[in-house]
């Protein structure tokens, strides 16, 4: 059983450019969740995506973009970069859209914008 | 009412203690209660979790106890091992489409041999 993928590992950008984050499902999962945890915090919820579809989404501006692919895989999208945007993404899987699934992280994408 | 507070922000304990870590919430629709395990540079592992239909659940060395009246949820380590050394994150969620887990800010532990 393949765990929960994300790349790339580390990113560095500059203010106001565009980012795109990828990540891979657990085998069987066909509902992602990505989460924003700045240093020190617990993660914070952005939207997660179910068959293809946003299925629920935090308190982020829409700049915070996504999609879901046929295999299930998903990208976050972040235009416009901020300071403030530097954190680790994470991805989290589930075989289900329920918040009572169990969610499966993956080791996240440490963002830097400078 | 979505936040979830923990309590303490950090933890030290000696080898064979018991580390206790406290988690309370507002919203009475949350009805699922995860702990996550973060080790540096690594996404949270599920450690345990526990419905409130049941005041207590042990795995292993790991017990949730939660008090549903009181709306709090705590994590107890017993014999605690330098190995489990790492930031611990309670959550809360709720049944439903289009919602998810609301995070603790945390608790790092330190375990000293």
């Known amino acids: 059983e393949t765990g929960v993928t994300q790349s790339p590992t580390h990113l560095i950008k500059t203010r106001g450019q565009q980012v795109t984050l990828r990540c891979s499902s657990q085998?069987?999962?066909?509902?992602v969740s990505w989460y924003q945890q700045a240093l020190g915090q617990g993660p914070q919820f952005i939207f997660q995506?179910?068959?293809?579809?946003?299925?629920g989404r935090g308190n982020f501006p829409p700049r915070f973009s996504g999609l879901q692919f046929p295999n299930y895989s998903s990208e976050l999208n972040v235009n416009a970069l901020e300071l403030d945007d530097s954190a680790l993404y994470l991805c989290a899987s589930s075989a289900a859209a329920t918040k009572a699934a169990e969610q499966y992280f993956g080791p996240g994408t440490r963002l830097t914008v400078t | 009412q979505q936040q979830v507070k923990q309590s303490p922000q950090s933890l030290i304990v000696q080898k064979g203690g018991i580390s206790i870590i406290n988690c309370a919430y507002e919203?009475?629709?949350?009805?699922?209660f995860p702990w996550y395990q973060q080790f540096p540079g690594k996404g949270p592992a599920l450690l345990i979790a526990?419905?409130?239909?049941?005041s207590e659940k042990k795995e292993g060395r790991f017990t949730i106890s939660f008090n549903k009246s009181a709306k709090q949820f705590s994590l107890h380590i017993m014999d605690s091992q330098p190995g489990d050394s790492a930031t611990y994150f309670c959550?809360?969620?709720?049944?439903?489409?289009?919602?998810?887990?609301?995070f603790g800010p945390g608790t790092r532990l330190s375990v000293l041999p």
């Open positions: 085998s069987g999962h066909n509902t």
């Open positions: 526990i419905r409130p239909d049941v």
């Open positions: 919203n009475t629709a949350f009805d699922y």
């Open positions: 959550a809360a969620s709720s049944t439903g489409y289009g919602q998810n887990f609301v």
């Open positions: 995506y179910y068959r293809e579809e946003e299925n």
